[in-house]
Every structure is written in C-alpha cells, then in structure tokens.
C-alpha cells in the first residue's frame, strides 16, 4: 500500500504560479497530477516516470513543469501562467513498481480572473 500526501492548492490571480507537492510514503514508479472539474472525468494533467520521462496535457505545455526527488519520492508540478480554466481539484496519481495505482486526496487550485 502507498499513501499520498498532496500539499500546494491554493488561490491565486491569472498570470500567478504555484507549486503542488506530492510525497509517496515509499518509491515508485511513475508518478502524476490529474485534475478534475464538476461533471467532467479526472484528466492527466503532466505524469513523471522514475527515469525522468515526461507527459503533459496539451493545454499545461509551456507553462506547467513536472519533476520529481526520487531519494524523498516526491513529484512536484510547478504551474506558471495560470489561467481561469486551470481551475480544478488537482490529484496526485503514483504507480508503484507492480502497476498498482494510488490516488492523493486532492488539493483545490482556484484561479481568479
């Protein structure tokens, strides 16, 4: 079993950044943000994998950066320019080394106008 703890969400204006971090209570292999707004399906948002392999959803590309600490099996997203439609519960998603998926409790980023 892996717990997730997500720390980051927040308030912000359009034009601000914030950084969401996610840290595994052990290591893994891949490691992602999804987010989900009301009455739409949860959707990846930038994913990591252990070897530093990126993915990023067409909308983040150029302003979202995903990375990750392996030695404290932690991702980061950090998120520059945001915009009102990056208004989302944002959650933490890992694949441990046997496929299994885990997900963080969600952290609320709300993006003003």
């Known amino acids: 079993q892996v717990q997730l703890v997500e720390s980051g969400g927040g308030l912000v204006q359009a034009g601000g950044s914030l950084r969401l971090s996610c840290a595994a209570s052990?290591?893994?292999?891949?490691m992602g943000w999804y987010r989900q707004t009301p009455g739409k399906q949860r959707a990846l948002v930038a994913a990591?994998?252990?070897?530093?392999?990126?993915n990023y959803a067409d909308s983040v590309k150029g302003r979202f950066t995903i990375s990750r600490d392996n030695a404290q099996n932690t991702v980061y997203l950090q998120m520059n320019s945001l915009k009102p439609e990056d208004t989302a519960v944002y959650y933490c998603?890992?694949?441990?080394?046997?496929?299994?998926?885990?997900w963080g409790q969600g952290t609320q980023v709300t993006v003003s106008s």
């Open positions: 052990k290591s893994i292999f891949s």
């Open positions: 990591i994998t252990s070897s530093g392999g990126t």
């Open positions: 998603h890992a694949e441990d080394w046997d496929r299994r998926g885990y």
